[in-house]
């Protein structure tokens, strides 16, 4: 089994920051790309950023210049650090990533529980 335990989120005022972490744990072999979806009341799950094992991170037009996406590979967590927080930023984020569990099996996907980010005054 692979669990993605999500940290970090709360409520913050506009304008201000928070830091997401999501570690990755279980049978694990490697993990290929990790990311951020997030999930507004009311609207579809939206890719919030990316990130390969092997190449530069993506983002969201709604985010980039705002939010910055990494990954420690030594200990399987992925972060995502959030800062010029707008309203329109509150949502459940999920942490996503495509692990392989063995040398003999291929790349699985695998999703948080999530975690709430409010972003109000």
């Known amino acids: 089994q692979v669990q993605l335990v999500e940290s970090g989120g709360g409520l913050v005022q506009p304008g201000g920051s928070l830091t997401l972490s999501c570690a990755a744990s279980?049978?694990?072999?490697?993990?290929?790309?990790m990311g951020w979806y997030r999930q507004a009341p009311g609207k579809q799950r939206e890719l919030v950023a990316t990130i390969p094992s092997r190449a530069g991170p993506n983002y969201a037009d709604s985010v980039k210049g705002r939010f910055t996406i990494s990954r420690d590979n030594a200990k399987n967590t992925v972060y995502l650090r959030m800062n010029s927080l707008k309203p329109e930023d509150t949502a459940v984020y999920y942490c996503?990533?495509?692990?392989?569990?063995?040398?003999?099996?291929?790349?699985?996907?695998?999703w948080g529980q999530g975690t709430q980010v409010t972003v109000s005054s």
């Open positions: 996503n990533a495509d692990v392989r569990r063995t040398i003999y099996t291929n790349y699985d996907n695998y």
């Open positions: 279980g049978s694990i072999f490697s993990i290929n790309a």
